[in-house]
């Protein structure tokens, strides 16, 4: 999800969103419909196609799950460096 939105600050065709989202064409039509139907994505029809645009409340859902990951990096960053010293470890 965080992927899509991403993608689609700047107006997207569903092309575009599936071959720079790394999904498949029927999980990227499940993200969409997820998306739409919680406001946090548009779908927009005009002379030049359907596209795909983050609302206002996408972008606000996107900083907020950046503030996660700032929040729980170190942690991420500790169980990273664990498993170095595991891998390290098991490689004698």
Excluded: W
Excluded at 1 to 20: A, F, G, P, S
Excluded at 39 to 57: A, Q, V
């Amino acid at each position: 999800m965080e992927n899509i939105l991403t993608l689609t600050k700047k107006r997207h065709n569903k092309t575009h969103v599936l071959k720079n989202a790394n999904l498949s064409y029927c999980q990227l039509l499940q993200y969409l419909d997820f998306l739409l139907e919680r406001g946090l994505l548009n779908l927009e029809d005009d002379n030049i196609g359907t596209s795909y645009r983050t609302t206002s409340k996408g972008l606000v859902f996107l900083n907020k799950i950046n503030e996660l990951h700032n929040i729980l990096k170190p942690e991420i960053d500790a169980i990273g460096n664990k498993l170095a010293q595991i891998k390290e470890f098991s490689n004698c």
